[in-house]
């Protein structure tokens, strides 16, 4: 017999079962996906900038962290508001 365990059927120590991980729909593109897409975009630019011409572009990076911050506490987001209206105008034509 084996004295290893089977890692696939490891359970955590409150013995309860593992859920699944999360995962997002992708079959369409939502506000919050389009959000998440343009928040990481911008955090990847102002990093380069950062690196590549100056040490200031770091404000571009707290901004948009502070902002995604604020999303999360509060639910307020201005850039959702422009996606949405966005989206909101080419269902309507």
């Not at 995962?23 to 939502?30: A, D, E, G, L, Y």
């Not at 707290?62 to 987001?77: D, Q, R, S």
């Amino acid at each position: 017999m084996s004295s290893r365990k089977n890692i696939g059927t490891a359970k955590p120590p409150n013995g309860k079962r593992m859920s699944k991980p999360y995962r997002m729909n992708v079959s369409s593109w939502n506000v919050e996906r389009i959000m998440f897409a343009i928040a990481g975009i911008l955090v990847a630019t102002f990093a380069l900038l950062a690196v590549l011409v100056h040490p200031a572009f770091v404000w571009g990076d707290a901004f948009v962290g502070g902002m995604l911050a604020l999303f999360a506490v509060t639910g307020y987001c201005p850039m959702a508001m422009i996606v949405s209206g966005i989206l909101n105008r080419k269902k309507a034509s």
